[in-house]
T-cell receptor, first 112, second 111 residues
Framework: DGGITQSPKYLFRKEGQNVTLSCEQNLNHDAMYWYRQDPGQGLRLIYYSQIVNDFQKGDIAEGYSVSREKKESFPLTVTSAQKNRTAFYLCASSTAPGQSEYFGPGTRLTVL | GIQVEQSPPDLILQEGANSTLRCNFSDSVNNLQWFHQNPWGQLINLFY???GTKQNGRLSATTVATERYSLLYISSSQTTDSGVYFC?????????????FGTGTQLKVEL
């Protein structure tokens, strides 16, 4: 099956810990994205990558980091997590920047 | 930055009813996409529609880029249509295309 997988579905961490969220796609897409969604809100862009070994900050990149060493993988790390990082995190990919984006099922992160 | 406004914010329908959701944006955009977020959080791609009209089953969408709005039509609504509908627009930044989301329309379809 082609698609985007995110793991785990639910994640709990204590304040101050680093945490890495996984995103893998087998769609052969060049571009990948990370979004954050807070309750009752739309999605906000954290980071995006147009091609392997390249990534750009989105609107709310502070406190997050990413890597894009492989085309199919775009992990997101929450650095020294604080309670205000508690949110629903969604990964997406597209064939190229500006083309239709497809989303994974998301990871719900709770920082205790 | 660009503003993306969706209306209405909330909508309750009886099964079988039709509805129109609206998305207004404040600046020129490269493209526009409609999504449905189901109650489990999954975002489902509905339409990629920079201009014109597209139809997919009971859903159709129209974008009038020159007037900076898009409409999503849902006909003969079903309970499975419940969820949040997002409009998102692409704008070209110095680093490339970026998708900006509206705040969504929460739809509940009742029996």
């Amino acid at each position: 099956d082609g698609g985007i997988t995110q793991s785990p579905k639910y994640l709990f961490r204590k304040e101050g810990q680093n945490v890495t969220l996984s995103c893998e796609q087998n769609l052969n897409h060049d571009a990948m994205y990370w979004y954050r969604q807070d309750p009752g809100q739309g999605l906000r862009l954290i980071y995006y990558s147009q091609i392997v070994n390249d990534f750009q900050k989105g609107d709310i990149a502070e406190g997050y980091s990413v890597s894009r060493e492989k085309k199919e993988s775009f992990p997101l790390t929450v650095t020294s997590a604080q309670k205000n990082r508690t949110a629903f995190y969604l990964c997406a990919s597209s064939t190229a920047p500006g083309q239709s984006e497809y989303f994974g099922p998301g990871t719900r992160l709770t920082v205790l | 930055g660009i503003q993306v406004e969706q209306s209405p914010p909330d909508l309750i329908l009886q099964e079988g009813a039709n509805s129109t959701l609206r998305c207004n944006f404040s600046d020129s955009v490269n493209n526009l996409q409609w999504f449905h977020q189901n109650p489990w959080g999954q975002l489902i791609n509905l339409f990629y529609i920079p201009s014109g009209t597209k139809q997919n089953g009971r859903l159709s969408a129209t974008t009038v880029a020159t007037e900076r709005y898009s409409l999503l039509y849902i006909s003969s609504s079903q309970t499975t249509d419940s969820g949040v509908y997002f409009c998102a627009v692409y704008i070209l930044t110095g680093g490339g295309n970026k998708l900006t989301f509206g705040t969504g329309t929460q739809l509940k379809v009742e029996l």
